[in-house]
């Protein structure tokens, strides 16, 4: 979400706390009454809704714009905020542009002439247009660019212009990558080792090939701070396979909070069946608590026991229609088809609309075989603002429709 003023979601139900969510169902009520949606739809563009920065939103809100045939006016004088306001509006009219829109193009195209943000916007469109459409505006940039204190990153469009640039720092690697395993597991075992150090060698320790004396250590590799492990350690652990389980059931008895949630993990990865009362409990307390970010870990975890989850349906149900991190919403839908697939048909309709790509695949995928759902389809294979991998999954989803018909 935005830091421009406190921001609430609206009830999930309600067309614009689906609108804000990136629901399927909001852009099919929006459709049904698009003057009630305007406002909606422009508030999303002007505000970032997103409950997180890789949540999908784009897409979504462009498509609106054109669908409900609203004006791109709006959103072509939202170039002239501030940097963040300006490309959100950028990302929507590009793929506005995409789709036919002269309005939207010629309103970028403008910005990177005259606009103040003009070097994101550049970059942006050269990620996302045709070359031809952007080209001619190299004179334009070598002009600007040479106004600039620094010289931009190296990428699109900068090199093709002939426009000096920066490269990207390279980090050096850590210095546990000259180590033998056996020193760095000595310097894990050690306890006068920094946090940092361990986190280093602990990276280290994940890119190679997994070694079993790192299981009796696992339990001294929390952060020194207290609850949480150190952050490459689940990698490393991992990594080990069903080696670890043993030692796992012991980390899951544990009464430290991140040991045992790590032992009921490797236990859930490897379908132990001890692994489900604490998972199930741990769902639970997310919802309780309102966790939007990470139940989805839980929830797929949960689908590796298919129908023995079923008390964990009603909980992921009310997550996946209420979390505004969209990121995650596939994630429950997969999970609900794994342990209860009943009753699913309308939330696979429904995901044809969704922001999220993962989703609108899914509904391709696993979508009932009716009219509504056979247009749709085609509409989406035939979208040029749509992704390729979606186009490809509809245009074989239609093709199977063509064969049954």
Not at 250 to 264: P, T
Not at 324 to 351: F, K, M, N, V, W
């Amino acid at each position: 979400m935005s830091d421009e003023d406190e921001m609430f979601y609206a009830p999930h139900d309600c067309l614009e706390g689906l609108l804000q969510r990136g629901r399927g169902l909001g852009a099919v009520r929006a459709l049904q009454d698009p003057a009630a949606a305007a406002p909606f739809v422009y508030d999303g563009i002007r505000r970032d809704w997103r409950w997180d920065g890789i949540d999908e939103r784009s897409l979504y809100l462009a498509r609106l714009v054109r669908d409900l045939e609203l004006s791109p006016t709006p959103v072509v004088e939202q170039l002239a905020g501030d940097e963040y306001a300006c490309l959100r509006a950028a990302r929507v009219l590009e793929l506005l542009a995409v789709s036919g829109s002269a309005e939207a193009r010629d309103g970028l195209r403008a910005h990177i002439r005259e606009g103040e943000h003009w070097a994101g916007v550049l970059e942006s469109v050269a990620d996302r247009w045709p070359a031809d459409w952007w080209e001619d505006l190299g004179e334009v940039a070598r002009a600007r660019m040479g106004r600039e204190a620094d010289p931009p990153w190296s990428r699109e469009p900068w090199t093709r212009f002939g426009i000096e640039t920066r490269d990207v720092p390279v980090r050096p690697r850590e210095g546990s990558s000259d180590r033998s395993d056996e020193e760095l597991l000595a310097l894990l075992a050690d306890t006068r080792s920094s946090d940092r150090a361990k986190t280093d060698a602990l990276r280290e320790l994940a890119r190679r090939p997994a070694t079993e004396e790192l299981i009796p250590l696992v339990p001294l590799l929390g952060a020194s701070a207290g609850g949480r492990p150190l952050a490459p350690l689940r990698r490393a652990v991992e990594r080990l396979g069903a080696r670890a389980v043993p030692a796992a059931r012991r980390w899951a008895a544990d009464g430290r909070e991140w040991l045992a949630d790590l032992g009921v993990d490797v236990l859930a990865d490897h379908t132990e069946a001890e692994a489900l009362p604490p998972l199930l409990r741990r769902l639970a307390d997310q919802w309780e608590a309102r966790y939007w970010c990470g139940p989805d870990l839980t929830a797929r975890r949960l689908a590796r026991f298919g129908p023995a989850a079923a008390e964990a349906v009603p909980v992921l149900r009310r997550y996946w229609l209420r979390n505004p991190h969209s990121c995650e919403r596939p994630g429950y839908l997969q999970a609900l088809a794994a342990i209860d697939p009943s009753g699913l048909d309308h939330a696979h309709t429904e995901s044809l609309w969704d922001c999220e790509q993962l989703a609108r695949t899914l509904g391709i995928a696993h979508a009932p075989d009716i009219p509504e759902v056979r247009e749709r389809v085609a509409a989406l294979r035939a979208d040029p603002m749509e992704e390729p991998d979606v186009r490809a999954a509809a245009a074989e989803r239609a093709a199977q429709f063509a064969d049954t018909a």
